[in-house]
């Protein structure tokens, strides 16, 4: 009963209740649904648990094909391509590893670009599995900048570069990458490495188009935009990036897409896929379309720029620099000179029960981070700015009052207008 509570409480941690008296109070015990802002994992819809908890069956069994199938076509619906998608039961910095172990070969140069703390740990696991990594320095301020990229292909006149890999919606500082102008540079230059885009927390939240801009791998997870828990990773492979892995000298073995095609071509993998995270995806992707992809988009927007309207009112700065680059999917807040960000997400989390995003790395406890993804609405948003605001004051953060109020402004003055399902 007990342990039940807490799940239902959506504790983290065991019930530290065993043994007590049933008379006695629980100070653990907290009434209402824990608040988990942090750009994910994200909330997962009541839908999706649901889907989740049906039995597990015989991936190698009849009844599978259709499972895996759905899931497969549905995420080409999701990357918008008709091309090539694999599935891994893994996080998402397993098929990180995967976009890069099938198309490079040992020592191949990959031009990134250090949009923030993700970027960087990309690049870092390129020079841990020997690839070498030029990385384009950057103020983790904005997305990457075009230009840099086209400069850095123009003076590569041997073609050394092999890929050119960006991360598309920046989760530690809230900035959007602009995929469709870096491919566009790359192609100024008629330089031919691969474009690979990491949008493990822009898709299904910010627009992503894989065939449209020309992206070759796109990597992804299930934690973010896609509402599910953490399990499932995806790379969307152009035919070109597919044919490239055929001369690919890498070793791999658990990630080798070539081994994927055959077994997913009737909706079966070569070794156990994540079942029941397959089942959560399908009633993912189903409640994707019956709001709308372009809605989707829309709600996370909004919910940013009411988001930035609270901060500014607060008179605190948002991390991101660059207008019109700011992500819909979470906000980066700079804490005031000389106040610690994870003291004041300690606060709200004791007294609001509220999780937001820590700062990581260079911005560690100087920025946090407020996440506004996944199956969420405008009073979620509005209950959430409140525990920030309510925070702010109850941690002691020097900061003007009015954020909410200037949320609720924005959401009053900006109703959603919605286009009509695909
Ligand atoms: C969450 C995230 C990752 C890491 O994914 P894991 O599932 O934690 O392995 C990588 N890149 C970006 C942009 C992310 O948001």
Known sequence: MNSLLCMHNEKRLPCPSRGRQPEETDPMRKAGRHFLQIPGPSAVPDRILRAISMQT???????FADVGQKALKGMKTIFRTDQNVFIFPSSGTGAWEAALVNTMSPGDTVLMYETGHFATLW?????KIGLNPVFIEGDWRGGADPQAIEDA??????????????????????SVSPIAEVRAAMDATGHPALLMVDSISGLASVPFEFDAW?????????????????????????DKALEVAKSAKMQRSYWDWLDMVGPNATGYFPYTPGTNLLYGLNEAVDM???EGLENVFERHRRHGAATRAAVRAWGLEVLCARQGQESGVLTAVMMPE???????????????????????????????????????????????????EMGLAKAGVPHE?????????????????????E
């Open 401 to 421: 009052s009015g954020g909410v109020q200037a949320a609720m402004d924005h959401l009053k003055t900006h109703e959603a207008v919605k286009v009509a399902a």
């Open 57 to 63: 069956i015989d991936h190698r069994g009849p009844d």
């Open 123 to 127: 690049q870092k696991m390129a020079k």
């Open 288 to 290: 994707l379309h019956e």
């Open 338 to 388: 000389g106040h610690s960000a994870d003291a004041f997400r300690a606060t709200t989390l004791a007294h609001y029960d509220i999780s937001l995003g820590n700062g990581l790395s260079k911005v560690a406890d100087k920025v946090f981070r407020i996440g506004h993804l996944g199956d969420f609405n405008d009073l979620m948003l509005m209950a959430t700015l409140s525990g920030v």
């Open 214 to 238: 020309g992206v070759d791998v796109c990597v992804s997870g299930s934690q973010k935009g896609l509402m599910l828990p953490p399990g499932l990773s995806f790379n969307a492979v152009s």
């Open 153 to 174: 292909l123009r003076k590569d006149t041997d073609h050394e570069i092999k890929a050119v890999c960006v991360v598309h919606n920046e989760t530690s500082t809230g």
